[in-house]
């Protein structure tokens, strides 16, 4: 199947080009960026040698439409998006953090947990909880935000205050905005019968000095879901839950000895598994955003996408 793994565009005034973990971010005359969601998938901060069809528009569909579910809260970045993989908005100047927030005690939370460790970038994790137990109070549990083929370091408020990461002032904006992104999108998903786990926030801030949300929203890729429907009777029989996630390609890599350590091999990724994963994620599109998911032409992706910015930045 035809995917979009890398890109080499070269649109009107282009400055520079950024290339992340899954985006490629082109700088268009220090005014605008255009962020293009590629097919490549990441996991343990390693991408994958093989891309996903459809999984850059999934990802990039679904952060504009809770970019747009949440601006009245928040602002965003956002000003268009003229192609199903890319989105366009304000040139923004990244915080070096990333902003995760955990209802529940699941992912990294949980395998820190079994080992013993009752806290987690400076916050107390109760005592006595079991693997996806909800907190009593969401917990924001940062990581620093590194670069391309660096794993992301977990860092406390302290750490990142008394580094001058960020300052004390902006930080207190960053929790806020990732407390009420957080509760926007448990009510959401709520409202699919789904259980919005854990998520991390991006932010930056626009040349006008404006705090605002940056990059992706409530993807699977950027968060944890699970189904309402059953959570408790799992919690109560120690059965896992049904998630909806990155997490089950994770769970691949681990069963087949892969978590991005140093001489370790990426398992095979044959097309049966490919086409697995692609069916996985647009049954997550639709969960998450409550409707079919349409597939875009990509018979010719890399000609589809540059047609379609190049005609946005000519308007």
């Not at 917990?139 to 205050?161: C, M, Y």
């Not at 990155?246 to 398992?267: A, C, H, S, Y």
């Not at 049954?283 to 875009?296: D, H």
Request: net charge negative; with cysteine.
């Amino acid at each position: 199947m035809n995917t979009i793994t890398t890109t080499q565009f070269n649109f009107p005034n282009q400055k520079s080009v950024y290339r992340g973990k899954v985006r490629e971010v082109y700088n268009i005359n220090d005014e605008l960026l255009v962020m293009v969601a590629t097919d490549r998938l990441s996991a343990f901060d390693v991408v994958l040698p093989k891309g996903i069809p459809y999984k850059g528009q999934i990802l990039n569909q679904i952060a504009t439409k809770f970019m747009k579910a949440t601006e009245d809260i928040v602002p965003n970045w956002l000003i268009a998006t003229p192609d199903p993989n890319v989105a366009v908005g304000h040139l923004c100047q990244p915080f070096k953090v990333e902003m995760v927030i955990r209802g529940y005690l699941s992912g990294h939370a949980a395998r820190e947990y079994a080992l013993g460790k009752r806290t987690l970038c400076g916050v107390t994790m109760p005592e006595g909880m079991k693997e996806n137990d909800r907190f009593p109070t969401p917990i924001i549990t940062p990581t620093t935000k590194a670069d391309f083929g660096v794993h992301d370091e977990d860092i406390s408020r302290e750490a990142i205050l008394s580094q001058g990461i960020v300052s004390e002032a902006d930080y207190l904006v960053l929790e806020q905005y990732t407390r009420a992104l957080y509760q926007r999108g448990t009510e959401i998903a709520a409202s699919r019968g789904l259980i919005l786990v854990d998520t991390k926030y991006e932010f930056g801030k626009t040349k006008d000095g404006v705090i605002v949300l940056i990059d992706e929203i409530h993807t699977p890729d950027s968060s944890r879901y699970f189904y309402a429907e059953g959570y408790q009777d799992n919690q109560d029989q120690g059965l896992e839950q049904k998630q909806l996630s990155k997490e089950f390609v994770r769970r691949w890599l681990i069963e087949n000895g892969f978590q991005g350590k140093d001489g370790q091999q990426i398992p095979e990724m044959t097309e049966e598994y490919i086409n697995s994963v692609s069916e996985r994620y647009i049954e997550l599109y639709e969960n998450i955003i409550g409707e079919p998911f349409v597939k875009a032409d990509i018979n010719q992706i890399n000609d589809r996408i540059e047609h379609n910015v190049v005609r946005y930045l000519n308007q």
